[in-house]
């Protein structure tokens, strides 16, 4: 984790659990399972996973868009879970979040100055004048024209319409942003343009994020440590070249092979998965990766692993790196 005697944290998310009914009536699923985490102030935390793993749902508990069914959230010191109606309300303001799909996250009936200026109107932060030049300087910072603000979103790009979501999202100066697939549904030409505004930002504005992704080469660009979760479960964490240069969980691994390299000379075997994590029709039991596990041991299939500490602040769930078994052939991973 990022916890260090010289960095105070910003968010800390312990045990947190979130169950959701099953379709076929055989019991909860959990989208969420005893999930912990520590968030440094200024730094940015990469979430990866592939979808259904838990990765949204979590950054929802984290806002509290939907409250957990169990675990601690802690922001700025504060119990975010202890919050309610004013005192939540103005503890909101610190935290935004910046949507997956641009052409979903903004109402086509407001023009763009509206959505811009809406956080603040419910704030109720500054007069109708005051409001309006904010917003003029807000789509200054993302690089669009002030006079975009008399325009509605049909009149924009996929690429301008997520700098207008950015721009929603700093509007009332938070000190934490969750990036929820931020450039998932951009072109990739565009996509470098957002995520240098996003770090861009970041030192500007002495923002915080929580970088979401099932792009784990986005992610290591972006973030100071990466959690890789499946089926709700951190599989593994650390810093994030040590993870993408170093992994360790075999799931990690197989995310990490299917990411090209721009370098021609350095080639990754491709770890290839059996199966689907969405095809499951239950939860496993043991160790929610064993049914595609190359390396799953009886133990795999009947008790959940436990976090196994590999020093410089990795952690892996494997019991192949219990002190009892042996860690795999990377070269055969």
């Known amino acids: 984790m990022l ?24 019991g909860p699923v959990r989208a ?7 968030l440094a102030d200024g730094a940015t935390l990469g979430i990866v996973g592939e979808s259904g793993s838990g990765k949204s749902t979590l950054a929802r508990l984290i806002l509290r ?17 202890a919050l309610d109606g004013s005192a939540l309300r ?44 904010r917003t003029a300087h807000l789509l200054e910072i993302v690089g669009l024209d002030p006079s975009a603000a008399r325009r509605y979103p049909h009149e924009f790009s996929g690429g301008q319409r997520q700098r207008i979501g950015i721009a929603r999202a700093i509007a009332l ?9 931020p450039v998932s549904a951009l072109d990739v030409s565009i996509q470098s343009q957002v995520l240098n505004l996003l770090m861009d930002l970041k030192e500007r504005l002495g923002l915080s994020y929580v970088f979401i992704s099932h792009d784990l080469s986005v992610v290591e660009h972006m973030s100071d440590e990466i959690v890789v979760m499946y089926l709700g479960r951190i599989v593994e964490r650390g810093p994030a070249e040590r993870l993408f240069n170093d992994p360790h969980h075999p799931y990690t691994r197989a995310l990490v092979s299917a990411v090209l390299d721009p370098d021609p000379s350095r080639r ?9 994590q969405s095809a499951q029709d ?10 595609r596990c190359s390396f799953a041991m009886d133990i795999c299939r009947n008790t959940p692993p436990r976090a196994v500490p590999l020093g410089e602040g990795t ?5 192949l790196y219990e002190t009892a078994a042996q860690p795999p052939d990377r070269e055969s991973a």
């Open 3 to 26: 916890e260090s005697p010289s960095v105070k944290p910003l968010l800390e998310v312990r045990e947190l659990v979130k169950e959701y009914p099953s379709r076929d009536g055989r």
């Open 32 to 38: 969420v399972d005893r999930v912990s985490l520590v």
């Open 65 to 81: 868009l939907i409250d957990p069914d169990s675990g601690e959230i802690s922001f700025a010191g504060e119990n975010l879970l």
């Open 90 to 133: 103005r503890q909101r303001r610190n935290m935004q979040i910046v949507f997956q799909d641009p052409y979903a996250s903004l109402d086509p009936r407001m023009t763009i100055g509206a959505i811009i200026s809406e956080p603040l109107a419910i704030h109720r932060i500054g007069t109708r004048g005051e409001r309006r030049d």
């Open 173 to 181: 100066e938070p000190k934490f942003i969750v990036l929820d697939e």
């Open 268 to 276: 990754r075997e491709r770890v290839l998965l059996k199966g689907d």
């Open 282 to 291: 239950m939860t496993p039991t043991g160790c929610r990766f064993h049914p």
């Open 315 to 319: 952690e892996v769930e494997c019991f």
